[in-house]
């Protein structure tokens, strides 16, 4: 799901993902600690997160609202912040002003931010409405509503479940899909070509990296044999503050045995995988690098 200001949220099967626009997490929330908290029998429906405010929001079936104040990554406090449909209608029924964003929601389970009616079915950027849907997502000229197309979110061959989708405040479309028969997360792009000047605009009016950057350039599998593209050093856990174990010299072979946490390193999106080094290896000195050696690398530097 988007939302204007700058920020992608998407919606997984366990958990909610909240990125700013570099594709940097956030904030998570595992949606069954979240049902557990909304009691039982009530079911999620949709999510909206305003930055300025620094509030998510969660409707259900019936239309409430449920909130979260200042969500984090930390699983407890956002249990402490989380209010159900009362206690948001008690705190917001009358518009309360949190930095310096007035937030008003009505019984019925309307949203006003700043006194306008946020829809969340549907987001204007630039000239065109984009509506995402369970298979596509529908785009619109605003002014010519018969100048409209849809982008297929589903994987044509069947191979892939989708996961996610998220507008970009630039008009891309990023698609999540899960492949089963790889265990990997994929994630694609549709760029924007149905307006152009706005996209130029945008990328050329912000400073940040060109989001396409982050897009993860190793396509990691546990199981998947890889060479390392440059020096990579091979650690004893997952973190670059550990241990180096040795260092691998570009062109070794790798066999990849366990996927690791997800991490952006030098403008790259990947994992960290723990691997063992294969036969024929050599470390940055050219010295032979026993096979069966294990550690952990980041997957970025592996093609």
Not at 105 to 133: A, D, E, P, R
Not at 169 to 189: A, F, V
Request: net charge negative; proline share 2%; aromatic share 10%.
């Amino acid at each position: 799901m988007y939302t204007d200001n700058n920020l992608l949220m998407t919606d997984k099967i366990a958990k909610i993902y909240l990125f700013d626009i570099q594709l940097q997490l956030k904030a998570y929330f595992e949606l069954y600690d979240i049902f557990s908290l909304c009691g039982q029998g009530v079911c999620l429906t949709s999510t909206y997160y305003d930055e300025a405010s620094d509030i998510i929001f969660f409707k259900d079936t019936d239309d409430n609202l449920h909130s979260i104040i200042h969500p984090c990554l930390n699983d407890e406090e956002n249990r402490k912040n989380y209010k159900n449909p009362e206690e948001t209608l008690k705190l917001f029924e009358n518009e309360t002003i949190i930095n310096n964003t007035g937030i008003r929601v009505t019984k019925s389970g309307s949203l006003f931010i700043n006194g306008k009616y946020t829809y969340w079915g549907q987001h204007k950027i630039g000239n065109f409405v984009y509506q995402i849907t369970s298979d596509d997502c529908l785009v619109y000229e605003s002014q010519n509503v018969q100048n409209n197309f849809y982008v297929n979110i589903l994987d044509e061959n069947g191979k892939e479940e989708k996961e996610s989708v998220a507008i970009h405040p630039s008009g891309d479309i990023y698609i999540l899909r899960m492949n089963w028969e790889t265990n990997t997360h994929n994630l694609y792009r549709v760029e924007n070509t149905w307006d152009p000047q706005w996209r130029k605009e945008w990328y050329e009016n912000h400073e940040t990296e060109n989001v396409s950057q982050t897009v993860p350039s190793t396509n990691v599998a546990v199981n998947k044999e890889m060479t390392c593209s440059d020096n990579l050093r091979l650690r004893s856990e997952e973190a670059t503050t550990s241990r180096v174990i040795t260092t691998m010299q570009k062109g070794t072979k790798v066999k990849i045995l366990k996927l690791g946490k997800a991490e952006t390193i030098d403008g790259i999106s990947s994992n960290w995988v723990q691997v063992e080094v294969l036969s024929g290896a050599k470390d940055k000195d050219g010295k032979a690098l026993k096979a069966g050696i294990i550690g952990w690398c980041y997957g970025g530097y592996l093609e």
